[in-house]
T-cell receptor, first 111, second 114 residues
Framework: GQQLNQSPQSMFIQEGEDVSMNCTSS?????WLWYKQDPGEGPVLLIA?????ELTSNGRLTAQFGITRKDSFLNISASIPSDVGIYFC???????????FGKGTLLTVNP | DAGVTQSPTHLIKTRGQQVTLRCSPK?????VSWYQQALGQGPQFIFQ???????QRGNFPDRFSGHQFPNYSSELNVNALLLGDSALYLC?????????????FGPGTRLTVL
């Protein structure tokens, strides 16, 4: 079945550093999304991408929808302590209404 | 503008029991999806409801069933609970009939099965 390979699994960085994480798949998707989840909470939408090649920013966050429609990346610039959490990529496509999720990237930011 | 709300926040049940979880979608949304998230994993799609009908279902047994009401709110029912059903159950809402409609998540219900 469809699955998303998200990497890295975890990251430990210093405050102020930039972060990059990505998701790949063997399947084509029409929508890529990036969510952040804090412990015990639901995922919060960060960025939604609807077009192959699209590059979208939301403050210090930038994400791109891969041109092959099989991948996406998320960059966080100048990280701050409140960036700590689990970041998930998710994708949907065609007549498939469900979101398929990656396994998440755990981000730790040392002040 | 209220976001997606879910109740209860936490629930403890024993094996074999039945449970009902509730979800109210974000204002203006007409579609509700349910996901199960085991510890350390990404959410897994259970099913989606639109116009009070189940529109798509994931790989979950028939013990998992749902309902959508005319006001677009939804319930998830799980019968004959197993230990492996312990998880965070997430509800997501969206508007429209397209598979690309963005889904917004609620805070979840933490179910523990003893």
């Amino acid at each position: 079945g469809q699955q998303l390979n998200q990497s890295p699994q975890s990251m430990f960085i210093q405050e102020g550093e930039d972060v990059s994480m990505n998701c790949t798949s063997s399947s084509i998707f029409n929508t890529w999304l990036w969510y952040k989840q804090d412990p015990g909470e639901g995922p919060v939408l960060l960025i939604a991408l609807y077009k192959a090649g699209e590059l979208t920013s939301n403050g210090r966050l930038t994400a791109q929808f891969g041109i092959t429609r099989k991948d996406s990346f998320l960059n966080i610039s100048a990280s701050i302590p409140s960036d700590v959490g689990i970041y998930f990529c998710a994708a949907s496509g065609g007549s498939n209404y469900k979101l398929t999720f990656g396994k998440g990237t755990l981000l730790t930011v040392n002040p | 503008d209220a976001g997606v709300t879910q109740s209860p926040t936490h629930l403890i049940k024993t094996r074999g029991q039945q449970v009902t979880l509730r979800c109210s979608p974000k204002s203006g949304h007409d579609t509700v999806s349910w996901y199960q998230q085991a510890l350390g994993q990404g959410p897994q799609f259970i099913f989606q409801y639109y116009e009070e009908e189940e529109r798509q279902r994931g790989n979950f047994p028939d013990r998992f069933s749902g309902h959508q009401f005319p006001n677009y709110s939804s319930e998830l029912n799980v019968n004959a609970l197993l230990l492996g059903d312990s998880a965070l159950y997430l509800c997501a809402s969206s508007f429209g009939t397209s598979a690309t409609d963005t889904q917004y998540f609620g805070p979840g219900t933490r179910l523990t099965v003893l």
